[in-house]
């Protein structure tokens, strides 16, 4: 099957290049239609239940997203450790004069919530929060 193929596309050298420049180009074009119809955001089934909660969230509490989440390493100290919260207390301030950052959540800006820190206490996170009707970030 393979070998009758391959004597059918020598014999026919350019017809078959030309052939397959014309298919290259014509999935190109429909390709690239593809990219209007794309959402960055995901797909969410707007009649689930996490659906409906998010919805319900945001609506009756507000609830905002983080817009980025920083998970702080500190490699092989505790996030208690005083240097530690020293510097990730900096970083927290350093972010928080970024414009169109709203306000920020850490362990250490929480009074050391467990949730926002990891299992081993080497490692804690820094939500950011920015301004939900810019997106427009300065450095």
Excluded: H
Excluded at 22 to 44: H, Q, R, W
Excluded at 70 to 82: A, E, G, K, Y
Excluded at 116 to 134: T, V
């Amino acid at each position: 099957m393979f070998a009758g193929l391959g004597r059918f596309i020598v014999q026919r050298k350019k017809p078959v290049l030309i052939l397959f420049i014309i298919g290259i180009l014509a999935a190109g074009g429909v390709g690239s239609l593809a990219f209007s119809k794309l959402d960055t955001g995901g797909y969410s089934d707007l009649g689930s239940e996490s659906a409906k909660a998010y919805d319900y969230l945001t609506k009756k509490f507000n609830v905002q997203e983080p817009a980025a989440i920083l998970v702080i390493d500190t490699q092989d100290r505790s996030v208690d450790d005083p240097a530690v919260v020293a510097e990730a207390t900096a970083l927290e301030m350093k972010v928080k004069s970024v414009a169109n950052v709203e306000r920020t959540i850490s362990y250490w800006n929480t009074g050391g919530a467990p949730a926002m820190r990891a299992a081993d206490d080497k490692a804690a996170f820094l939500f950011i929060f920015s301004d939900p009707d810019s997106n427009d970030w300065a450095a």
